[in-house]
């Protein structure tokens, strides 16, 4: 199996541009979930989708961010416009949630986002 | 408000020592609770799942406890090896959005020396 494929794994970009994270889960996974690392904060849920509709984004920042989740197979995470306090390590994980919901999660590899 | 905690201060520790990781957490009733390992550069990794009505839960040279009194977890590894350095973190399954979503404390840093 492939895993959660995550894309850029790094990305350097400048304070005012967009930037997009892409997002492959595991097939016949129905959950997924964006987290946000940083050393100050650790690991924060910034939105789930449950069968491709997003169910809490309350961990979202600001309206600068925003996440979709087209079909069951990909996801995206934009910033726009980015600044340098968004410099983190964006996680993708995805689950199969069943009524008991202790799915455990499967995580990407990250994509490394640095603004400057 | 709630709040997960795990020690920030790097546990260090000889080669066949036993492990002991500590999670506390407050104002939260989670219906289980997971542990992760992360290694530098990679995603978490799941290890256990242990729920609200199991006090402990073993697999191979891990095991962990769960009081729900006390508010806290335990994660022991026996027989330590270097290849367990990494982070551990523990997560919680609260209830977000008609779901139980984890959420994760800060991990503490476990290093096995040979």
């Known amino acids: 199996d492939a895993g959660v494929i995550q894309s850029p794994r790094h990305e350097v970009t400048e304070m005012g541009q967009e930037v997009t994270l892409r997002c492959k889960p595991i097939s016949g996974h129905n959950s997924l979930f964006w987290y946000r690392q940083t050393m100050m904060r650790g690991l924060e849920l910034l939105i789930y989708?449950?069968?491709?509709?997003?169910?809490?984004d309350s961990g979202m920042p600001e309206d600068r961010f925003s996440a979709k989740m087209p079909n069951a197979s990909f996801s995206t995470l934009k910033i726009q416009p980015s600044e340098p306090r968004d410099s983190a390590v964006y996680f993708c994980?995805?689950?199969?949630?069943?009524?008991?919901?202790?799915?455990?999660?499967?995580f990407g590899e990250g994509s490394r986002l640095t603004v400057l | 408000s709630q709040k997960i905690e795990q020690n920030s201060e790097a546990l260090n520790i000889q080669e066949g020592k036993t492990a002991t990781l500590t999670c506390n957490y407050t104002n939260y009733s989670p219906a289980y609770l997971q542990w992760y390992r992360q290694d530098p550069g990679r995603g978490p990794v799941f290890l256990l799942l242990?729920?609200?009505?199991?006090k402990e839960k073993r697999k191979e040279r891990l095991k962990v406890t769960f009081d729900t009194t006390l508010k806290q977890s335990l994660f022991h590894i026996t027989a330590s090896q270097p290849a367990d350095s990494a982070t551990y973190l523990c997560?919680?399954?609260?209830?977000?959005?008609?779901?139980?979503?984890?959420?994760f404390g800060r991990g503490t840093s476990l290093i096995v020396h040979p």
């Open positions: 989708f449950n069968n491709n509709v997003p169910i809490d």
């Open positions: 994980a995805s689950s199969l949630v069943r009524a008991s919901n202790t799915g455990e999660l499967f």
């Open positions: 242990i729920r609200e009505n199991e």
């Open positions: 997560a919680l399954g609260g209830l977000s959005g008609g779901s139980y979503i984890p959420t």
